[in-house]
């Protein structure tokens, strides 16, 4: 059963950057879309991020483009999602998922994702 760990986390001011991570155990990544979601409590679980296998295709919330990039690297089985500019409203539990839709059509929603991480805090404030 493939299990996903988010690392990566944490408190940054407005405009800083962070870099999230998620590796995955019990399986390989290679085969897989991978995505990042991420969410606020009282909200749905948002698509931030997708990348396709051998990151030939990748897709992004319009509220994220020009901001974050999503990258993979399979020899570590890792997902990567670089966040720069933070905003406030960035803040929030972020989760990775595997096995997901077609990346070049869509991120897709929580319910075309097979594999989920814990999830991992994100606060953008001063």
């Known amino acids: 059963q493939l299990q996903l760990v988010e690392s990566g986390g944490g408190l940054v001011q407005p405009g800083g950057s962070l870099r999230l991570a998620c590796t995955a155990t019990?399986?390989?990544?290679?085969?897989?879309?991978l995505g990042w979601f991420r969410q606020v409590p009282g909200k749905a679980r948002e698509g931030v991020s997708c990348?396709?296998?051998?990151?030939?295709?990748?897709n992004y919330a319009d509220s994220v483009k020009g901001r974050f990039t999503i990258s993979r690297d399979d020899a570590k089985n890792t997902v990567y999602l670089q966040m720069n500019n933070l905003q406030s409203e960035d803040s929030g539990i972020y989760y990775c998922a595997a096995d997901g839709p077609a990346c070049f059509v869509a991120i897709g929603s929580t319910s075309d994702y097979m594999f989920w991480g814990q999830g991992i805090q994100v606060t953008v404030s001063s």
């Open positions: 990348i396709g296998t051998r990151g030939r295709s990748t």
């Open positions: 019990g399986g390989t990544l290679d085969r897989y879309y």
